[in-house]
């Protein structure tokens, strides 16, 4: 009589339980940022903004680091890391319109999309967003 024995290098991944939380108090801190954003870009330009999203996205990058080196999921931490490259991806897009266009040039990443910089903030606020729900949903 053969036994059946599981492989010893099988790793299993089960989903943790997710805790309930409530989302609306990330959209309105989304909200508040953007709205902030905005106001910082009418009143300041686009360098000030590139500032301001550059402490979210310092943010973002410990927070996706202490996801990985910590949470079991798997999803959590391949979410975090795509929520990174999405939010990096606009920073980048942000930064190099943004000085062009402070510096009288026209946009120079994407110039058929007319308001792609503007909306940049929006875009990087997403992946913060993101993040900020798999800690409260998997976190420890």
Not at 14 to 38: G, I, Q, S, W
Not at 115 to 132: C, E, H, K, Q, R
Request: net charge neutral; glycine share 6%.
């Amino acid at each position: 009589m053969e036994s059946e024995e599981p492989p010893e290098n099988e790793q299993k991944d089960t989903r943790p339980e997710a805790r309930p939380f409530n989302p609306l108090v990330n959209y309105v801190y989304y909200l508040m940022v953007v709205a902030v954003a905005l106001a910082v870009q009418w009143l300041f330009g686009y360098p000030a903004v590139i500032a301001l999203m550059m402490y979210f996205v310092i943010v973002l990058v410990r927070e996706t680091r202490h996801i990985i080196r910590t949470y079991d999921y798997s999803f959590a931490r391949k979410a975090a890391v795509i929520n990174l490259i999405y939010s990096l991806t606009f920073f980048i897009i942000l930064s190099v319109n943004g000085i062009a266009i402070a510096q009288g040039y026209g946009a120079v990443i994407w110039p058929d999309f007319a308001d792609l910089t503007s909306w940049s903030p929006l875009f990087i606020m997403g992946g913060i967003f993101g993040v900020a729900n798999i800690k409260r949903m998997y976190g420890p």
